[in-house]
């Protein structure tokens, strides 16, 4: 049996290595020649293309694995079955149930390098080209027009006051930039205005403003007649909040620099906070969930190779395992969104696409192991 692993599991991970770089390769080549079009613009450089596009690469290694295992898992176990390799497998004693679960084990092996590399590389390259791009147009705008919100509830003295924090970008240093802070007392009023040019955030939520400007309205509980808006400018203002870095960098960084852990936590925010937390959760269950559809494309391959040789090529099979990884994508893509406006349940609208995909594999599979 040992032998019999060896030769499935080279010849498979040989295939599954090369359909990937292929894959890798195209994008490169249709992110680069996306990125040159903007060279010279907004102090875009071609070494800025370059590295933009190299970065992309762990993100689409990384979306493109369940494919690039489907695909090379296919042309495999074809190759195997034209050749009358894995026909001899099976009369030597390579049962179905064994066959399933030898390629179980590769399954998760796959899914592993998908996890490490989704979890730990793709967010460290998407933050280094958030950084790239940055540095060479001299800052970044997030959230659009309207800038990206937080929110935040903190006891006082006066009571429960709630805070809505709005940045409009970061600088070229990657200070935060175009601060405004909002503070309601517990009967909803504006009591605290804070406006700011550039700030930065400590590991223990301690905001630094510079040239800051704040307006403090009358207490109207009090009622004083003569009672001012108070107007002040503070070159350096300390704020201190519960908005951590990890949580500002949430809401101004791509949701891809997120790993699973950090899409939880910033969940259990946003749900400590009273604010809608579906699609991050959706975020959430897709990412930790989305490596066990490697899993899924291995049994999902195997029904191809119990088809006779003369029911198509190696290529239309191929062919008809691009179809379904293509098919799997769009179904993935798509179960979130409807999740998101059907108001599913976070892990079911994730798990969706890969539970569909795996019986059907094994429905498939059982079906020739009996009839054909």
Request: positive net charge; proline residues 4%.
């Amino acid at each position: 049996m040992k032998t019999v692993r060896r030769l499935l599991y080279r010849d498979i991970v040989a295939s599954v290595v090369f359909v990937a770089l292929a894959f890798l390769s195209l994008f490169f080549f249709i992110d680069l020649v996306e990125k040159m079009d903007g060279v010279g613009r907004a102090g875009r450089t071609t070494s800025v293309a370059v590295i933009s596009a190299l970065l992309e690469l762990p993100g689409h290694f990384y979306e493109l694995m369940p494919i690039a295992v489907l695909i090379g898992t296919i042309y495999s176990l074809a190759r195997l079955a034209q050749s009358s390799e894995f026909t001899i497998l099976r009369t030597g004693g390579l049962g179905p149930g064994r066959a399933l679960s030898l390629l179980a084990v590769l399954g998760v092996i796959f899914a592993a390098v998908t996890f490490v590399v989704g979890d730990y590389v793709v967010p460290v390259a998407e933050r280094k080209a958030v950084a790239v791009k940055t540095l060479a147009a001299g800052g970044m705008r997030v959230g659009g027009r309207t800038g990206a919100w937080l929110k935040e509830k903190r006891m006082t003295p006066e009571g429960e006051h709630s805070f809505s924090v709005n940045l409009a970008g970061t600088t070229r240093n990657g200070h935060l930039r175009g601060i405004r802070i909002f503070e309601f007392d517990a009967d909803g009023r504006l009591s605290v205005r804070i406006s700011a040019a550039t700030g930065t955030v400590a590991s223990d939520g301690t905001w630094t403003l510079v040239d800051a400007e704040v307006v403090r309205w009358p207490d109207a509980a009090k009622r004083l007649p003569d009672a001012r808006i108070d107007e002040q400018h503070v070159p350096k203002l300390l704020w201190t909040s519960t908005l951590t870095p990890d949580v500002v960098a949430a809401a101004v960084l791509p949701q891809d620099s997120m790993t699973t852990a950090e899409l939880w936590r910033y969940s259990a925010h946003l749900s400590d906070q009273a604010q809608a937390t579906q699609s991050y959760e959706i975020l959430f269950w897709k990412k930790a969930l989305y490596p066990l559809a490697c899993l899924v494309m291995m049994a999902l391959a195997l029904p191809f190779a119990y088809l006779h040789a003369r029911a198509g090529s190696v290529s239309l099979k191929v062919f008809g395992g691009i179809m379904l990884g293509i098919s799997f994508v769009l179904l993935n893509n798509l179960a979130g969104h409807v999740g998101l406006l059907r108001n599913w349940t976070p892990w079911i609208a994730a798990a969706t696409p890969s539970l569909l995909f795996l019986l059907m594999s094994l429905g498939a599979f059982a079906w020739l192991v009996r009839y054909r």
